[in-house]
């Protein structure tokens, strides 16, 4: 056992930047997905987003996000094109926010104030 010198392995660069640039480019998708009125493909970017955040989602976010998804298929039932559209936008507008809440609980949101830093530049 002496002569097994175990050094843990360090890595070049931090996963938790790509992570945000991962984010980043499914949220530019998002707005112009948003903008064209693609349903289908919003609530594939959505999904891709909740997919990098769920793993450190609260138990009540995750609650949340399964009531959204649940509301998104009782839509499917609507008969008149235009009010089904108009309530699955609805609810991608929940789910946006839902996914922008979360996204900021875990500090890949909007700046982070850290009260130990100096404001000194």
């Not at 609530?43 to 909740?50: A, C, F, H, K």
Request: proline fraction near 2%; charged fraction near 35%.
């Amino acid at each position: 056992m002496d002569d097994f010198n175990y050094e843990p392995k360090k890595s070049h660069y931090d996963a938790g930047y790509i992570q945000v640039l991962r984010l980043q480019n499914c949220w530019n998708s998002c707005h112009r997905y948003f903008r064209k009125g693609n349903v289908i493909k919003l609530n594939s970017e959505l999904d891709l987003i909740w997919l990098e955040l769920e793993i450190d989602a609260s138990p009540i976010e995750e609650g949340e996000m399964e009531q959204i998804n649940d509301d998104l298929i009782s839509v499917e039932e609507e008969k008149d094109i235009r009010i089904k559209h108009k309530k699955q936008f609805r609810i991608m507008t929940k789910k946006w926010k839902l996914l922008k809440k979360v996204e900021n609980h875990q500090g890949m949101g909007k700046r982070y104030y850290d009260e130990t830093e100096d404001d000194l530049v």
